[in-house]
């Protein structure tokens, strides 16, 4: 098997050429990649906290050595390049593209699986760095809000966020109460701590924020005291000061973004990031989106009026 036959097989097209390549060269993992079964793989699914109807799908759809040879071949060297860089931080990692739907559940799941193999290898190293056995299944769960994010978005089961993921799974990324913080470094090499705000967990109540932006400094300088960073890193929709326009002094996101000091000059396009958080958004007319909320309706005016949403990267100390 090469990664032509994989292309041509899995319908790739000129998706994933170069990534293919890649996996080509790199080959097998060291060790046997072993996906879970039966209620095995239920249990573990309920703690990634995967929606009941998915974790139904993703164990039926399981891909099979014998079965799914040509899936088994990507699946062991996805599996291969990301458990590589374990701890690695600065490899640019994204995991592959999604594998086309025709294929039915077993593709759309396909970076399920990826994680699911790769368990094992992140839990021995966030034992290796001391990390507690709930914050390593904290950070984990990252993928069951992932696949209810599909879900909603497309309106079937899949996964297609594993870029991000390869953060969690190579143990990079750490959810402390509301908030996770992944190990970064800025332009000039200065140790920093990229700041993310998953969807799971409610509204960003300034305690429940204060909470976790205390436990970041504590929690890296015990597990990674080499690394040292004194402060936080972000770059999102959060920190667009057109939201002023539009969000009264009663938003937690107006209040919180205050500390923040933008650290570009320049921000980037932010439409599809603000409409991707707010909405998950799929390409509807914009006035088919709901209109619930002071943001949802901000987002859509500012869009019809034609105007663009911008992305800032901002910066803070850490406490
Ligand atoms: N969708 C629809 N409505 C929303 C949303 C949303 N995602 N978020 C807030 N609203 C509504 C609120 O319900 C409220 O409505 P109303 O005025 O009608 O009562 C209004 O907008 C104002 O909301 P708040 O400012 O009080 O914000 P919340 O605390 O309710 O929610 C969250 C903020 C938790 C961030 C929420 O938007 C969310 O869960 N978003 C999805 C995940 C996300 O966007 N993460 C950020 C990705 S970028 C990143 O992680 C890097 C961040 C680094 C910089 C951070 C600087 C502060």
């Known amino acids: 098997m090469d990664s032509k036959t994989v292309s041509s097989e899995l319908k790739l097209g000129e998706m994933g050429t170069a990534w293919l390549s890649g996996l080509d060269e790199l080959g097998p993992p060291p060790e046997p990649v072993r996906l879970p079964r039966g209620d095995e793989a239920h249990d573990?699914?309920?703690?990634?906290?995967?929606?009941?109807?998915?974790?139904?799908?993703?164990?039926?759809?399981?891909?099979?050595?014998?079965?799914?040879?040509?899936?088994?071949?990507?699946?062991?060297?996805?599996?291969?390049?990301?458990?590589?860089?374990?701890?690695?931080?600065?490899?640019?990692?994204?995991?592959?593209?999604?594998?086309?739907?025709?294929?039915?559940?077993?593709?759309?799941?396909?970076?399920?699986?990826?994680?699911?193999?790769?368990?094992?290898?992140?839990?021995?190293?966030?034992?290796?760095?001391?990390?507690?056995?709930?914050?390593?299944?904290?950070?984990?769960?990252?993928?069951?809000?992932?696949?209810?994010?599909?879900?909603?978005?497309?309106?079937?089961?899949?996964?297609?966020?594993?870029?991000?993921?390869?953060?969690?799974?190579?143990?990079?990324?750490?959810?402390?109460?509301?908030?996770?913080?992944?190990?970064?470094?800025?332009?000039?090499?200065?140790?920093?701590?990229?700041?993310?705000?998953?969807?799971?967990?409610?509204?960003?109540?300034?305690?429940?924020?204060?909470?976790?932006?205390r436990r970041a400094r504590p929690f890296f300088d015990r597990h990674f005291p080499e690394h040292g960073a004194r402060a936080a890193t972000g770059t999102s929709w959060l920190l667009d000061p057109q939201l002023a326009e539009y969000l009264t002094d009663k938003s937690h996101i107006m209040q919180l973004r205050r500390d923040w000091t933008l650290t570009e000059a320049e921000p980037r396009d932010g439409d599809d990031s603000i409409l991707e958080f707010v909405f998950r958004y799929n390409g509807q007319p914009l006035d088919e989106l709901p209109q619930r909320s002071s943001l949802e309706r901000a987002v859509v005016a500012h869009l019809k009026a034609g105007r663009h949403w911008q992305e800032w990267t901002g910066r803070i100390e850490l406490p």
């Open 44 to 213: 573990l699914l309920r703690r990634l906290q995967v929606p009941e109807l998915d974790a139904k799908e993703i164990v039926e759809a399981a891909p099979d050595p014998d079965r799914d040879p040509v899936l088994w071949w990507l699946l062991e060297r996805a599996h291969h390049e990301i458990v590589r860089h374990m701890g690695d931080f600065g490899a640019k990692l994204r995991g592959g593209p999604p594998l086309p739907y025709e294929g039915g559940a077993t593709a759309r799941y396909f970076h399920v699986y990826v994680f699911l193999a790769t368990i094992p290898a992140v839990r021995r190293f966030h034992a290796s760095r001391d990390i507690p056995d709930a914050t390593s299944w904290e950070t984990l769960a990252q993928l069951g809000e992932m696949v209810a994010v599909h879900r909603r978005k497309y309106g079937e089961g899949g996964m297609n966020s594993q870029w991000w993921l390869t953060y969690h799974l190579r143990g990079i990324v750490y959810r402390l109460g509301r908030l996770e913080f992944s190990l970064a470094t800025g332009g000039d090499g200065t140790p920093l701590l990229g700041m993310h705000i998953p969807e799971t967990g409610g509204p960003l109540l300034p305690d429940v924020y204060g909470d976790s932006m």
